[in-house]
């Protein structure tokens, strides 16, 4: 069995030594924990005021106190550790999800679809969709309004995820409803780790939560409390993709009746 821990609190825009010091504080209480996953942007906060002032917040992942203090907790509590993280790359901002194990920092994935004023200050992901096998099971990582495109889903599943990591920073109820459905269609597990609070006139919804094969929510947080929301589960049922014993949802899949999306 695996057990994770999601964790659900409030970064705050710019105050990147309060947040730092906040998920310290809050990964010590997780080390029985193998997989944790942090909101997005957890160590900037979300709400910029423009690309000007994000670019002021954002560092390169070797240069990044709050990814050394990462590595170092994950090596401690031999964990992996999923978090939200602002980059800077030249003079490009992404906005990012980084995979830490014990041994360092194995993995980035960049988001793909940004939301609102995100199309003003970060550049597009543009390092695909990658899976990293961790010790049996296979992970993927989204970012928050990935969550409405069934294409990159469908994507993960064709690679053999059998877990989906998706820090967020929901600020609409969409994702409570679509999100089951696609782990429903996929057949895997969805680890969604939204945040709360309110920054400057944004407000967050909290309800980080997780989602099994089946579309069941399987665990989920509260709306506006800091908080450690923790799930055991075989990542191995991801495996079955048999919705009855003669339909599997991938191989019953016709690709060339979808030319027409795949243009």
């Not at 690679?159 to 057949?187: C, E, M």
Request: charged share 25%.
């Amino acid at each position: 069995m695996l057990k994770t821990a999601q964790i659900q609190f409030d970064p705050q825009v710019g105050e990147l030594e309060r947040n730092h010091s906040k998920v310290a504080e809050l990964l010590t209480k997780t080390g029985d924990a193998r997989l944790v996953i942090l909101p997005e942007l957890a160590n900037s906060g979300y709400n910029f005021i423009d690309r000007e002032h994000a670019f002021t917040l954002a560092t390169t992942v070797e240069k990044s106190d709050y990814v050394a203090m990462l590595v170092e907790t994950a090596s401690k509590q031999n964990q992996y550790i999923v978090t939200g993280f602002h980059e800077k790359e030249g003079d490009e901002l992404f906005n990012s999800s980084l995979l830490i194990s014990p041994k360092g920092v194995i993995g980035k994935y960049r988001k793909i679809h940004l939301f609102m004023n995100e199309k003003q200050i970060f550049t597009k992901g543009n390092l695909g969709l990658p899976l990293f096998k961790l010790d049996d099971y296979k992970l993927g990582m989204l970012i928050c309004f990935d969550y409405f495109f069934p294409e990159i889903w469908r994507i993960m599943a064709l690679k053999g995820a059998d877990i989906i990591a998706h820090p967020s920073n929901l600020v609409t109820f969409q994702a409570y409803k679509v999100v089951p459905a696609q782990a429903a269609i996929n057949r895997f597990f969805i680890f969604t780790a939204n945040r709360i609070g309110t920054e400057r006139d944004i407000s967050f919804s909290g309800r980080t939560f997780a989602v099994d094969p089946e579309g069941d929510v399987v665990a989920e947080a509260s709306k506006d409390k800091e908080e450690i929301l923790y799930t055991k589960i075989d990542p191995l049922k991801s495996r079955n993709k048999l919705i009855t014993e003669r339909n599997h949802v991938l191989d019953d899949r016709i690709p060339e009746e979808y030319l027409d999306i795949t243009k």
